[in-house]
C-alpha cells in the first residue's frame, strides 16, 4: 500500500509528492495528452460546485468529490512542468499561500456556493483553456505560474487543504499505479488459529455434471451447493467461484470462500459478526456480479492488461467499510485480472482444478482432462 504522508505543512507535502508521484505517470511524453487533461479535469474540478448549488447541503459528499478532482487536476499540472523540466516545487514556493483555518466539511457552514467560489473556478477554467493554444515550451512555461496561482485560488476559496489534497492523490496515484511492496499488504488471518483462516495453499476442483450444474470438491469433500448460470442464455456463471478463489489468494479476502469453507473468524465476534458474516458475503457476490456485467462486454476481459480505473472505483465503494478496504487498487485489479483468466481456462474446459497461494498472491488453472 501507498504509504501515507501524515502531520506535514503543505510545502513539507509537495516536496514529497514530487518525489514519489513521478512512477505513477504512465502518460506520453508529447505534451498535448497531458494538455488535455489539465483542461478536462479542470472542468471536473466545477463539477462538484455545480451540484452543490443544485443541492445544497443535501450533497454530504462535496468536499470528497473536490478533493478528489483538485487532486487529479494538480497531477496533470505537475507532469507538464515534468515535460517542460520545471520543478512544481519551485513554482509553488514562489506563491503566497496559507492553509484555511477550517476546512472540508466542517467549511460547509461558510457562504458555500458563493461568488467567490464560482469565480475562483471560472478563473481556474479560463487559465486552463490557455495550455489548449500553446505548442511552444517557452510558452507554456509562461503559463505555469499564472496558473498555479489562480489553482490555489480555487483551493481556498473552496475551504480545501492543499496538503489534504496532495495526499489523497498520492495515495490514490501509487495505489493504482505502482505494484504495491508485499511486507506491506494486510494479511486478515494474522493472530487466528489455523481453522479460522482461509489455507496459505488450496487445491480446489470445479466438477461439471451433465446436468450442467457445477459442484465444488476440496480435499475428496463437496463443498457448498452445486450452481447453474441462473439465468437464459447461459453465460458460464456457474463457474464465478473463480473469483472469490482470486480475491482469497490475491486480496487475502473472501467472506463467500471463509463461508464454503468454514473458517469464519468466531473467536474474535466483532470480525465474525462485520467482516465474515451475512451482509460481507452479499457484498462480494455482488463485487463478482458487477464485474461479471462489465466483463461479458469484454469478452472476459481476455487480452487486457488493465481495468478501467472508473471500474475499480466502483469496486472500492461498494467494499468501503470492510477489511479490503486496505488493499490498493492495484492489488483489486490484479485480482480481477488473474480471476478472469483463470474463468476463462475453465470455462473453456467445463471444469478443472483451480490452485491458490496466499503467499505468492496467486491462482492459478489445472486441466483435468485426460
Not at 493504482?176 to 488450496?202: C, H, N, Q, Y
Request: net charge negative; glycine share 8%.
Amino acid at each position: 500500500m501507498a504509504a501515507q504522508m501524515t502531520g506535514q505543512s503543505w510545502r513539507e507535502a509537495l516536496v514529497e509528492y514530487d518525489q514519489r508521484i513521478r512512477r505513477t505517470d504512465q502518460m506520453p511524453v508529447a505534451f498535448l495528452p497531458v494538455i488535455m487533461g489539465i483542461f478536462g479535469e479542470a472542468g471536473s474540478a466545477m463539477a462538484p460546485a455545480k451540484k452543490l448549488h443544485r443541492e445544497g447541503v443535501a450533497y454530504v459528499t462535496y468536499f470528497a468529490a473536490a478533493e478528489e478532482e483538485f487532486g487529479d487536476l494538480f497531477w496533470y499540472f505537475a507532469a507538464l512542468a515534468r515535460r517542460l523540466d520545471m520543478s512544481i516545487v519551485e513554482i509553488f514556493e514562489k506563491l503566497e499561500y496559507a492553509e484555511p483555518s477550517i476546512v472540508g466539511a466542517q467549511a460547509m457552514a461558510c457562504a458555500l456556493p458563493s461568488n467567490e467560489v464560482d469565480s475562483a473556478l471560472t478563473s481556474l477554467g479560463s487559465r486552463a483553456a490557455r495550455f489548449l493554444a500553446l505548442n511552444e515550451p517557452n510558452l507554456l512555461k509562461d503559463e505555469m505560474s499564472p496558473f498555479a496561482g489562480v489553482y490555489l485560488d480555487a483551493v481556498r476559496a473552496t475551504g480545501l487543504s492543499f496538503a489534504a489534497i496532495l495526499r489523497r492523490n498520492l495515495g490514490k496515484t501509487e495505489g493504482r499505479f505502482v505494484d504495491p511492496d508485499p511486507a506491506l499488504l494486510p494479511t486478515f488471518d494474522s493472530g487466528f488459529d489455523e481453522e479460522e483462516r482461509i489455507p496459505d495453499k488450496f487445491a480446489i476442483r470445479f466438477i461439471q455434471r451433465k446436468s450442467g450444474r457445477c459442484h465444488l470438491q476440496m480435499n475428496g469433500v463437496f463443498i457448498g451447493d452445486p450452481l447453474t448460470d441462473n439465468i437464459a442464455p447461459g453465460d458460464n456463471y456457474r463457474f464465478h467461484d473463480v473469483f472469490h478463489m482470486a480475491y482469497a489468494a490475491i486480496l487475502h479476502w473472501s467472506p463467500v470462500l471463509r463461508a464454503l469453507l468454514k473458517r469464519k473468524r468466531k473467536s474474535v465476534r466483532h470480525t465474525d459478526e462485520n467482516e465474515d458474516g451475512g451482509r460481507a458475503i452479499v457484498v462480494e457476490e455482488g463485487v463478482s456480479a458487477l464485474l461479471f456485467s462489465y466483463a461479458k462486454q469484454v469478452n472476459y476481459f481476455e487480452g487486457a492488461t488493465s481495468v478501467p480505473y472508473d471500474l475499480l472505483k466502483q469496486v472500492e465503494q461498494f467494499t468501503k467499510g470492510y477489511q479490503v478496504e486496505e488493499c490498493p487498487l492495484r492489488l483489486w485489479e490484479r485480482a480481477i485480472l488473474d480471476g478472469y483468466q483463470a474463468f476463462r481456462s475453465m470455462r473453456d474446459e467445463g471444469g478443472g482444478i483451480i490452485d491458490g497461494d496466499r503467499s505468492a498472491r496467486s491462482i492459478s488453472f489445472r486441466s483435468t482432462r485426460n
